[in-house]
């Protein structure tokens, strides 16, 4: 079972940041930061469900 989804709105831990999950790849989740200005792939244990 995914601990995140597709669309899930995220909040990166130690950036304070927040987006919503794109993509999947293997253990990394692709976020898309400040309305898709910024795309980046982080681990879920980067990430908080907001």
């Given amino acids: ?3 995140f989804e597709i669309g899930d709105r995220v909040r990166i831990k130690y950036r304070e940041q927040e987006g919503y999950i794109i993509d999947k790849n293997g253990s990394l ?3 898309s930061i400040d309305n898709g200005s910024r795309v980046d ?3 879920a244990n980067e990430l908080e469900r907001c």
Avoid: F, L, P
Wanted: aromatic fraction near 22%.
């Fill in 1 to 3: 079972m995914n601990e």
């Fill in 29 to 31: 989740y692709t976020v």
């Fill in 41 to 43: 792939s982080y681990q």
